[in-house]
């Protein structure tokens, strides 16, 4: 809590009945402006000097595990480091390690934690918490306390075991979370925006998501849309990964207008561009789609979530502090300091879906297409 103000010592002049001369006379308003201005502009120049000098002047190693979807956070933490006076290739370098979500992601995380942590890496950087959970595993595992920094997503960190509490992770993470409830929550208000009499929303679920990736996502969705008065309609298989993309469509064809109200494409899928099919299938039948905002390029009408740009340039600061000496056990967990709205304004016309005025107020982004997304979420590599 703030401190109270200290009490001030007051001195009285002594009096005089001799008035001071004119060449004593107080400094004019405009005098005192112009010195005090020339004090500030002192201390700014300090202040800048003081932060060129202090520069970090070893070369840093950051080992980062990253999903191609998240391409837009690892820009804005490169971005975020440069502004604090990491240059790439003099002062920090960045072991790179990209995974695909599937069935061996997890296994394929763990062999990247452990080759950073064998070449003893100064800092990981993981833009997912699946990443950033594993990487704490292996890190115990090896008895390591490398640091890790974070972003989530899809899970409340404490409950997904990578930290104790929001004051203090109590381990060798720090990071920044996403909101989820309230992600979740918007989502669905905005489908009641769009259509009042909203019921059915159709989601495809077991057998069509990868385990352990936008589990506890779907689980809050489920619990939240009661509360809307929103019946969950999940669309499940038993068929085998290599056969998902034909089986999505048989049952995609299965479904009638009047079905379900609308779709929402939960993050992590055994068919590669499943959230592409589930846009064709929401504008055959005429519903709004959501999507999260790494899925919306390929398909989806809109997305409400983190600006993932904006967290990455948070999570810099969280790795400065470590790097420059804090525990990250001293730091506390960020949430996301931007959450934002995007709309795709052809998709929803072609489905004959209206966007209620205040999402096209309040809405960050609107785009024509997914063309129309910045070229950084059409790469596959960074």
Not at 206 to 220: I, L, Q, R, T, Y
Not at 232 to 249: D, G, L, M, Q, R
Request: glycine share 10%; charged share 25%.
């Amino acid at each position: 809590m703030p401190e109270g103000n200290e009490p001030q010592s007051v001195t009285q002049e002594p009096t005089s009945s001799v008035k001071p001369s004119s060449s004593r006379t107080p400094l004019s308003t405009p005098m005192l402006i112009a010195g005090a201005v020339a004090l500030l502009a002192l201390v700014g120049l300090g202040y800048w000097t003081f932060n060129a000098k202090s520069a970090p002047q070893k070369q840093f190693v950051i080992g980062i595990p990253y999903f191609p979807q998240q391409l837009d956070a690892l820009a804005g933490f490169k971005m975020g480091m440069e502004k604090l006076g990491y240059k790439e290739g003099e002062n920090v370098r960045y072991d790179m390690a990209r995974v695909i979500v599937g069935p061996t992601m997890f296994d394929e995380l763990k062999s990247m934690g452990e080759g950073m942590i064998d070449e003893k890496v100064d800092l990981i950087f993981a833009s997912l918490e699946h990443g950033a959970k594993v990487m704490l595993d292996v890190s115990k595992q090896k008895g390591s306390d490398i640091p890790i920094v974070f972003l989530t997503r899809f899970h409340d960190p404490i409950e997904y075991g990578l930290i104790e509490s929001y004051r203090s992770s109590g381990n060798n993470t720090a990071g920044v979370a996403a909101n989820m409830l309230e992600v979740i929550e918007r989502n669905l208000e905005f489908f009641k925006e769009i259509n009042p009499k909203f019921k059915k929303l159709g989601i495809f679920a077991d057998g069509f998501m990868a385990p352990g990736v936008g589990d506890a996502h779907f689980a809050e969705l489920k619990k939240q849309a009661s509360r809307f008065g929103i019946e969950i309609v999940e669309y499940k298989t038993s068929v085998p990964p290599p056969e998902t993309e034909a089986e999505f469509n048989r049952v995609a064809a299965t479904i009638k207008k009047g079905d379900i109200d609308g779709l929402f494409h939960i993050a992590g899928h055994f068919y590669p561009t499943q959230e592409a099919g589930e846009s064709e299938l929401a504008t055959r039948l005429g519903i709004p789609m959501a999507a999260p905002f790494e899925d919306l390029p390929n398909g989806g009408m809109f997305s409400y979530s983190d600006e993932f740009g904006s967290s990455g340039e948070q999570a810099a600061v969280i790795a400065d502090k470590i790097l420059r000496g804090m525990k990250p056990s001293d730091i506390p967990i960020e949430f996301g300091a931007r959450s934002v709205l995007t709309l795709i304004l052809g998709r929803a016309r072609d489905a004959g879906v209206k966007f209620s005025d205040s999402m096209l107020f309040i809405a960050e982004n609107k785009f024509e297409s997914g063309e129309d997304f910045p070229p950084i979420f059409h790469e596959r590599k960074i």
